[in-house]
Each structure stands twice: as C-alpha cells, then as structure tokens.
C-alpha cells in the first residue's frame, strides 16, 4: 500500500508498506522520522495485516485521527488520511505514484532495480554526466554574477533585514527550563502564522505534552501588543547569575516590526517587565489550548495542590464562623483539582478533593434550599422582614452573581425591600 504526506513539514513524500511495519514519529530510530513537534517518539505504525496496512497508535500522547476519527487500530482504505500531530497521510490507490517511495525491507523489486542499474547502457551514463557537468556550470555563473548566498544558519542581528523581516511578520518563541539534580522541567512556545504550539517536559513526573492550533490574528496583535507595552526590546540580550545546583533559564526570540531580537536569563530573578510578559504569555496558552497550568513543573503543581487542599480543609471546619466559608471551601477545593488535572499517577490528596468538594457542596445546597423554603414562606405570609434575612443569607452563602440561584434571590430581595420602603 502507498502512502503521501499531503500536510506537514515533508509535503509530498511518498512511502510504501509491503512486508514489514513502518513505524512513524519524531526519534531518529523510526522508519519515517517526522519533523512534527505534536508528534511523540515513537507516535504510530502501519502493520500489514491480510493483504491491507493497519494504522496503530504506539501510545501516543496526541493520538492519531483517520478521517478526523481518534483511533487506537483501524484497516486503512485508499483515499483515507491519517492525520499524526499536524501532519497528514494519505492512503493512495494502486496506480497511482509513488515515485518518492523508499523501498520497504523486504521489497524484492530493490535486488531487480539495482540490477538494471548496473546494465544501464554507456551512452546514458555518459549523457547523465554531460548534464551534470552542465548544471554546475550554470549554477557557478549565476553565484559569479549575483555572490554567494548568506549563511542562513547564522543568527539574525538587529539590521538583519529580508522576507522574513517584514514590517508585517511576526514570529515568538519562548522558553522555560527549570534543572535541578533530580528533574528537569522544559516549557516551550511558539507563535507564527496565527497558530501556537506548546510543548512540556516534565522529567520527573514522566510528563510530555505537545498541542498546537490556529488562533486568531487579533490574539496576536494583542502579544505583539504586550510586548511593546512591556518595552522588552529595551532589556539586554543577556542577563545571568550563578547559582549552586539549579539551572533556571528564560529565553525569548521575537521577529516584528522588521527586526529580530533574542533575550536570555539565565540563574537570576528575571526583570519585572520580561517577568510579566512571560505570565502574560503563559496564561494565553492555556486559556488557548485549555490545559490546566502548562507552565508549571510537577513539583510546583503539587506543592500547589497541597496548599489548596489545606486551604479547603480549613475553611470547610470553619464554615459556621463566616457565612461565605462553605463556598470557598468548594472553590479551594476546586482549584486543588485543577493543579493535578495534568499528573499522572494521581497522589492521594486527589480523591480527598473530590469527596471534599461533593460533601461541601451537598451541603451548601441544601442550606441555600432551605433559606429559599424559608424566605418563600415568609413571602407568602407578607412577613417581609423575614424573607429579607433569608435572602440575604442565600446572596451571603452563595457569593456567585452567575448562579442561578443568587440571581432569584436578588431580584426577590428587590422586591422585598420597595415593600419595606416607607411609603
């Protein structure tokens, strides 16, 4: 079966799977390496299987879709796409070209075309030099007349200017690393062509995330935005301290506005302004990506978690003493969820919460219903100042102004204070 990348950074390879698996995904040690940073290790592989190819997910983090479908195994049928991080396969007919293929192992037709090979005639080996010699030739007058091409692999300096410099072009890219003797956490972002991607490393809680979409234009003018407001371009390109035992760096390489600028801060307290603007930029991607707290290790998401749950248990103990307790207490408990939404294996504070936050709430709706019951009565009997107490206890208890039952008690305590008013 053939196949061709129709979507990614390889567009237009083609490849075939015969007798053996093709095993896909970013390490060198796949049979396809793919230059995808949404794609795992070792993401997916294409199983011959009874005359057909199976598509089978390795694990992935991202997991592999067929015709938009997420799939763990699945039977591939000419014209079907599998899609593997941001890029795209197809799975061609029979007759149609695979001219790019590389032979599969196992492929007897690679003995049958090296013998051809080696019988081609003199004349056209002959006629393949002269065309080869003739190319150089060209290609040495053109590099006479117009020079030599720069270097594009050394860095771009400030007056660095081209196609990729425009007044209009914008790319980011931000790094984090926190190192230590026993962890290494790594959080990258990128932003280009009105897309984001971001990518997570977590060593010692074995965590690896990798997401990416498109977003809207005007999201990036508003970056663009804070990094202007922030006045980052005023900072030096270098900033480092020694520390003992820790590496923390923060880099970031920005192309607007027609210059190129690159920051590193490395084992020092970073300037508040590069500070905020790398919150700014972490809050984004998870509000974009909706991912519980990206930016942060393992560790640091813990000792998070650790301090809202303490939080809860407390205010939950103390819920007769303030009237808003119990809520907050939901609310901590809430946000003890939220930090270990991400890791992986659970600890035990993770159930705790869970039940913490069931109790907690069973218990404030059952208060609220009761204050409700109350002031409902006590409106019907006219007893107004009654039904007063009792709806302010539900708007004290229930501090939320877009749940729904603090909007009844609300308007109900409008009405019930004009019947207070004197007339």
């Keep these: 079966m053939k196949f061709r990348i129709i979507k990614g950074r390889r567009v237009g390879h083609e490849f075939e799977v015969r007798d053996a698996e093709v095993r896909l995904g970013r390490r060198s040690d796949n049979d396809l390496v793919l230059d995808d940073e949404s794609a795992s290790g070792h993401h997916a592989a294409f199983v011959p299987d009874r005359g057909g190819v199976l598509a089978r997910d390795l694990g992935s983090v991202n997991g592999i879709l067929v015709n938009g479908k997420t799939t763990s195994s699945v039977s591939l049928h000419a014209g079907d796409v599998v899609t593997i991080g941001v890029t795209e396969i197809e799975v061609l007919k029979d007759d149609e070209s695979a001219g ?21 005639p003199l004349w056209k080996t002959a006629l393949a030099a002269l ?60 932003i280009e062509n009105d897309a984001i991607s971001i990518a997570v490393d977590d060593l010692k809680q074995v965590r690896k995330l990798r997401r990416n979409k498109a977003i809207d234009p005007k999201q990036v003018s508003d970056i663009r935005d804070a990094i202007v407001d922030q006045q980052i371009f005023s900072l030096p390109p270098r900033i480092e301290g020694k520390s003992a035992g820790i590496y923390d760096s923060w880099r970031l390489s920005v192309v607007m506005r027609g210059e190129a600028r690159s920051f590193e801060i490395l084992n020092r307290i970073p300037p508040e302004n590069f500070k905020r603007l790398c919150e700014t930029l972490e809050k984004f991607g998870e509000a974009e990506l909706g991912l519980v707290a990206l930016s942060m290790s393992g560790d640091e998401l813990r000792r998070r978690a650790g301090e809202a749950f303490q939080r809860a248990k407390k205010l939950y103990d103390e819920r007769f003493v303030n009237a808003e307790n119990l809520f907050n207490a939901i609310k901590a408990y809430t946000e003890t969820l939220w930090y270990l939404d991400s890791i992986e294996p659970k600890p ?76």
């Design 348 to 423: 035990a504070i993770y159930a705790d919460a869970i039940h913490g936050k069931q109790t907690a709430g069973e218990e404030l709706d059952q208060q609220i219903e009761d204050h409700r019951f109350r002031a409902m009565r006590s409106i019907q009997l006219q007893e107004w100042r009654k039904a007063r107490d009792e709806l302010a206890a539900i708007l004290q208890k229930l501090p939320d102004p877009a749940d729904r039952r603090n909007q009844d008690a609300r308007i109900r305590l409008l009405d019930v204070e004009k019947r207070l008013t004197p007339k």
């Design 131 to 190: 065309l080869v010699l003739a190319t150089i030739a060209v290609a040495w007058r053109v590099i006479q007349k117009k020079g030599l091409p720069q270097d594009l692999s050394a860095p771009m300096s400030r007056e660095t200017k081209g196609p990729s410099l425009a007044e209009g072009f914008f790319r980011l890219r931000y790094e984090k690393v926190q190192a230590s003797p026993d962890n290494i956490f790594r959080y990258e972002m990128r």
């Design 100 to 120: 790019n293929c590389a032979p599969s192992s196992g492929d007897p037709s690679a003995e049958t075309r090296k013998a051809r090979g080696a019988r081609r």
